[in-house]
């Protein structure tokens, strides 16, 4: 079982900027895909952001531009940066490995069933 942990979140004006982290007890990203969930009050949780093994990213449009994601040098970490932050934003964040890097939307599973605490990003306008 692999224990995944997030953080960096916080409250931050819109326009604004944060960095979220992922930290997962295993070297799981070294051979899967890194990617960066949300769930927003009331909605289901969403693949925004996502990272292939080999180094190619994807973004749901609603983010596209502003949010890059990454891979640490270790093979347990990972980044979010987001910057130009919406009050549509405001959301849990949290990290996993998707089957497919290339997925979008609300039906992206994941190789862990595990999930972490997530991270809480609030934008105010």
Do not use: H
Request: overall charge positive; glycine content about 12%; some cysteine.
């Amino acid at each position: 079982q692999v224990q995944l942990v997030e953080s960096g979140g916080g409250l931050v004006q819109s326009g604004g900027s944060l960095r979220l982290s992922c930290t997962a007890s295993k070297n799981i990203f070294g051979y899967n895909a890194l990617g960066w969930y949300r769930r927003a009050p009331g909605k289901q949780r969403e693949l925004v952001a996502a990272v292939s093994s080999g180094g190619t990213a994807n973004y749901a449009d609603s983010v596209k531009g502003r949010f890059t994601v990454s891979r640490g040098d270790a093979e347990n970490t990972g980044y979010l940066q987001m910057n130009s932050l919406k009050p549509e934003d405001t959301a849990v964040y949290y990290c996993n490995a998707p089957w497919d890097y290339y997925c979008s939307g609300t039906n992206c599973p994941t190789v862990y069933d595990s999930w972490g605490r997530g991270t809480q990003v609030t934008v105010s306008s």
